[in-house]
């Protein structure tokens, strides 16, 4: 993908000319949250998701294959509940502030994710996706082929190793969820000490408060339905919607044609139009998933509520050229380990050698 102009680009797979300026401005005209849509989302995904938890808590006492069979629509409910939670901390759910903070804590219990530290982190994912010089917390650790050939053998494993997708997707994703979100002190917030966006004491009251409040109001629940019933319940929904989560944020950014730029020539405009993949999912998919699949518009314009993340689309058919992906299309991307900045495209390892040539 070569630099782009910031009036006018060409969309991948399609030879009109579209203008960035022209879609942004188109996006940003859907801003705004609608509070009645927004409550309405809330409560009926709360409800239903509180209906599933209470079916499979039910279910325990028949068959436990039951239970780990009512986790799929559970964890897809928890995945919704999560974008909601990701729309507070874009300032998008609700027009303000105080009701998506507290929106999004309350959140946070359901999610296990602590509000505060998790929104900053990434709002500075957006800051910086697809800057090579700012290659930061809030994305999946990407390397260029010149970085990985300067890499020792044992960094190269290292590397390879947490680019496999047990490692990454499988293990990692609820590894990060269940206990890294845990702890104040980690790389994610070493990064953020070392950027000064986060002060070490917002750090700690965040993570540890959400700490806290998980200690005080499951110990309640286990009180009620007994400690077992609720790891066998809660846990595999945690784990589930962390695969989910961690699918879509891969397949959102770890696409062959996404966009990686060198900070002097990097464009925000640019880097969120065409660095975010149009995820093309069913409709009953897309609906659990909050439409975060249309990622490009999304990262456009972060303040558009999820329910008008399609609206904005269908009002715009350009939009649906842009590095659209289907579900069987992104399974390809799993491959896809390293950034070759002569291609201007993302590669595996079994391609390197083509690069050398």
């Known amino acids: 993908m070569k630099p782009l102009d910031f009036n006018t680009t060409e969309a991948p797979g399609n030879n009109d ?40 808590v039910y279910s325990i006492n028949i068959s436990y294959w039951l239970t780990l069979f009512l986790t799929i629509p559970a964890a897809g409910l928890l995945t919704r509940l ?3 939670q990701h729309d507070c901390g874009h300032g998008s759910f609700f027009n303000s502030k105080k009701a998506n903070d507290w929106t999004g804590r309350f959140l946070g219990l359901l999610t296990v994710t602590p509000y505060d530290f998790w929104r900053r982190a990434h709002n500075k994912h957006h800051a910086t996706s697809g800057d090579l010089d700012r290659r930061s917390i809030g994305g999946i650790d990407t390397v260029t082929v010149r970085e990985y050939q300067a890499l020792s053998k044992w960094q190269q494993l290292m590397y ?18 269940l206990v890294l979100q845990r702890l104040p002190l980690n790389q994610a917030t070493n990064f953020y000490e070392n950027y000064q966006t986060l002060p070490k004491s917002s750090i700690w009251k965040s993570i540890m408060l959400m700490n806290a409040s998980i200690v005080i109001v499951y110990s309640a629940l286990a009180s009620v339905i007994g400690l077992g019933p609720l790891l066998a319940v809660y846990l595999p929904i945690l784990v589930v919607t962390s695969w989910i989560g ?56 972060s303040k558009i509520p999820n329910y008008k993340l399609q609206e904005c689309m269908d009002a715009k058919p ?35 050698k083509n690069t050398e040539s």
Request: with cysteine; hydrophobic share 45%.
């Open 82 to 84: 999560f974008i909601f």
């Open 246 to 301: 961690g699918w879509l944020f891969y397949i959102q950014h770890q696409f062959e044609d996404t966009y990686w730029e060198k900070n002097d020539n990097w464009n925000i405009q640019e880097a969120a139009l065409l660095g975010s993949s149009y995820y093309a999912l069913p409709k009953i998919l897309q609906w659990f998933t909050g439409n975060i699949g249309l990622h490009h518009i999304h990262h456009l314009c």
């Open 160 to 177: 390879r190793t947490y680019r496999n997708p047990l490692v990454l997707l499988i293990f990692g994703t609820p590894f990060y969820v």
């Open 17 to 56: 000319s579209i203008s960035v300026k022209d879609i942004a401005a188109h996006c940003n005209s859907y801003k705004g949250a609608d509070a009645k849509r927004s409550i309405f989302q809330l409560v009926s995904t709360l409800a239903l998701f509180l209906i599933a938890c209470s079916l499979m």
């Open 318 to 352: 350009e939009l649906e050229t842009i590095n659209k992906l289907t579900l069987h299309q992104s399974l390809d991307c799993v491959h896809l380990k390293l950034w070759d900045e002569q291609k201007e495209q993302m590669i595996s390892f079994g391609q390197i």
